[in-house]
């Protein structure tokens, strides 16, 4: 069966191809494809699955994803419920890897092989490199040809010696999927990233994946590597990381929030995904105790 390739727009003799979004909620499903993708979001925030890593995305994260790196962004689900005042707003610049031997000599390549070898695993890029890469993503949209190639080679260039960059997926990640696998996982996803503060059954979820509740949990492991609790419970655990932020908010609001119907259950998932029980994390981040 072949692999879901995504048409991003740019075909076999285009090195580069760039795309702003503004809408008011991103749709694109969970997909991959034989291109690069650098996406710097200006506006927005939800959930991102890289790989196998769940994580969060807000205002400015920059992320690189590898040619062929699955990979799905949905905003929180305050987005879907026709709220004028939210949008989404992402610059992305899609790349092929195989071009850019056309452009470079071989000793100038290492350096770029390297930075798309680790882009396989998905890449968040922080620091003082973020800010640097964003100004030239909001440049370079303005910009035709040979400019436009100029600040995109300046790009990869920054990226590739950086040390700002933080892997996403873990080291042993490796794509699985197919056709029929990103349709059914796609179906999942979705319905997580949009339903995980409420209760959710697994005859619910395998009936979007149209499969029996043990097969979905077999093929669901086969494929995210992660079994379907796991996912959940890291989906709630990574939104509670950003509802601890607010100090308004008590553990127990934060927990019955993130689709916990007992607190005790959510101390115990966050410090087995964080390391650290809610209230350590949230000194650790303000810097003071509730």
């Known amino acids: 069966m072949k692999p879901l390739f ?4 740019i075909n076999e003799n285009q090195l580069i191809y760039l795309k702003e979004i503004n809408t008011p909620y991103l749709d694109t499903p969970f997909h991959f494809h034989p291109n690069c993708e650098l996406v710097y979001i200006e506006d927005g925030y939800g959930k991102k699955v890289v790989g196998d890593n769940v994580s969060t995305f807000n205002e400015e994260t920059l992320i690189l994803m590898g040619p062929d790196t699955p990979h799905i962004l949905t905003n929180d689900d305050i987005y879907y419920k026709g709220n ?3 949008r989404s707003k992402a610059i992305v610049i899609y790349f092929s890897p195989s071009l850019l031997k056309l452009f470079l000599p071989s000793k100038d390549l290492q350096p770029l092989n390297t930075l798309i070898n680790k882009s396989l695993r998905g890449l968040e890029i922080v620091g003082k490199t973020r800010n640097i890469i964003r100004n030239k993503m909001s ?3 303005g910009k035709e040809g040979l400019s436009r190639l100029i600040i995109f080679f300046e790009i990869l260039e920054i990226l590739a010696h950086s040390n700002e960059i933080k892997y996403l997926s873990s080291k042993n990640f490796v794509n699985t999927f197919n056709t029929k696998d990103t349709d059914r996982i796609n179906r999942v996803y979705q319905f997580l990233m949009q339903n995980f503060k409420q209760e959710i059954s697994l005859d619910e979820v395998a009936d979007i994946a149209h499969l029996a509740p043990t097969a979905f949990c077999r093929f669901f492991k086969q494929r995210t590597g992660k079994t379907f609790s796991n996912f959940l419970n890291e989906l709630r655990v ?3 990381g950003e509802l601890l932020n607010n100090p308004e908010m008590t553990i127990t609001q934060i927990s019955y929030e993130c689709g916990y119907n007992n607190p ?3 101390n115990k998932f966050f410090k087995e995904i964080t390391g650290l029980t809610p209230t350590a994390y949230r000194k650790k981040i303000l810097g003071s105790s509730e």
């Open 238 to 240: 990574k939104h509670a």
């Open 6 to 9: 995504i048409d991003v727009g």
């Open 139 to 141: 440049g370079i949209m």
């Open 84 to 86: 004028k005042n939210l």
């Open 264 to 266: 005790t259950n959510f």
